[in-house]
């Protein structure tokens, strides 16, 4: 995870300085450079969702920075939950946590949240 | 912005219900008091990037979800589709013999020049066979197809499916491109980064 007090060293002419990975299994993102930083307030639901919230409760939080891809292809590995309310969710395509970020179906446009993923090469 | 890749295939995954198109059930470590909420909603596609012969390929890979439970899988589903993975339990007779009828429905539905592989899952349960492998041989060669036994939870010859199958449509795509356009001498060079060691096929999954 990286951490929100970390997150301007990540920014080098307002894109990603290295790769971005899964927190988890360290699957390959994105290459450097390839996103956008774009801030932008979003509620992201939490990777873990509480059992005992009610049936259409979903336990969020505001998340801030992001990357974001005009081209879905421009992702080296990824995975895409199914639609809900015109976005998608974005998921590691190897152990398959996420939500890491969201695709907005209207826009195509891909938004990688910078506080779900880490940032190194390798 | 120019392109990052060379190649875009878009690959279907085909079969019965739980057959290990996808093994979901292996990712999660689902504890008692939370659930994720990806696991809820469920995965529509992958992209992965792979590279044969120094190209960049992106595979974007699209699971059923389910709808083969009814036999919905339809020409919209099938759209634009360059490989099929035709994908059998060893363990499930049935889903073998699915196989025949999953193939009219591709007949019916996808381009005729679709590119398709074999595969029979689960190998690791070789205790529960109930599919030779010859039988798997054997089908593939009635239908002109290459085939596979692979294990999505053991990982094998998951990667080396997808990778085989890839390079089936690299070449067929590349064949074409030359008939309609001869080349005219010298080639592009392109430095293209090795693909990652720790290798996203190599995981408990198909997709």
Redesign the interface.
Same mark, same amino acid.
């Given at each position: 995870m990286t951490e929100v007090a970390n997150i301007e060293q990540q920014i080098v002419n307002n894109k990603n300085k290295t790769n971005v990975r899964c927190q988890f299994c360290n699957s390959l993102m994105l290459k450097a450079q390839e996103g956008s930083y774009c801030q932008q307030e979003i509620d992201v639901p939490l990777m873990m969702q509480k059992q005992d919230r009610g049936a259409d409760a979903l336990n969020t939080e505001t998340l801030s920075h992001f990357w974001m891809i005009a081209d879905m292809m421009t992702f080296e590995n990824i995975g895409f939950s199914h639609t809900v309310d015109g976005r998608k969710f974005l998921v590691c395509a190897d152990c398959e946590r996420g939500p890491v970020g969201y695709h907005e179906i209207s826009s195509k446009r891909c938004y990688l949240a910078l506080e779900r993923v880490v940032h190194k090469d390798d | 912005?120019a392109?990052?890749?060379d190649y875009?295939f878009k690959l279907l995954l085909i079969g019965d219900s739980g057959v290990g198109k996808t093994c979901?059930l292996f /990712?999660?470590s689902e504890d008692? !008091?939370? +659930?994720? !909420?990806?696991? +809820?909603?469920?995965?529509? !596609?992958?992209?992965?990037?792979i590279e044969l012969d120094n190209k960049k390929i992106?595979l974007?890979i699209w699971d059923t979800?389910g709808q083969e439970r009814f036999r919905t899988i339809t020409t919209a589903y099938y759209r634009g589709a360059m490989g099929i993975m035709l994908v059998y339990d060893i363990t499930l007779e049935k889903s073998f013999e699915n196989i025949k009828n999953w193939i009219r429905n591709i007949e019916e539905n996808a381009a005729a020049d679709v590119e398709k592989m074999l595969l029979g899952n689960k190998c690791e349960l070789n205790d529960k066979r109930q599919v030779s492998k010859e039988r798997g041989e054997q089908l593939a060669i009635e239908y002109g197809i290459k085939f596979m036994e692979t294990s999505a939870k053991a990982s094998i010859n998951v990667e080396e499916a997808f990778l085989t199958l890839a390079s089936d449509i690299k070449a067929k795509t590349e064949k074409r491109m030359e008939a309609n356009n001869p080349p005219k001498g010298g080639h592009q060079l392109k430095l293209t980064?090795s693909r990652?060691k720790?290798s996203?096929l190599s /995981?408990c999954?198909l997709?």
């Open positions: - | 912005m392109k990052t890749y875009l979901i /990712r999660f008692a !008091f939370n +659930t994720t !909420f990806i696991s +809820t909603i469920g995965i529509d !596609f992958k992209i992965r990037t992106k974007q979800a980064e990652t720790d996203w /995981r999954s997709l």
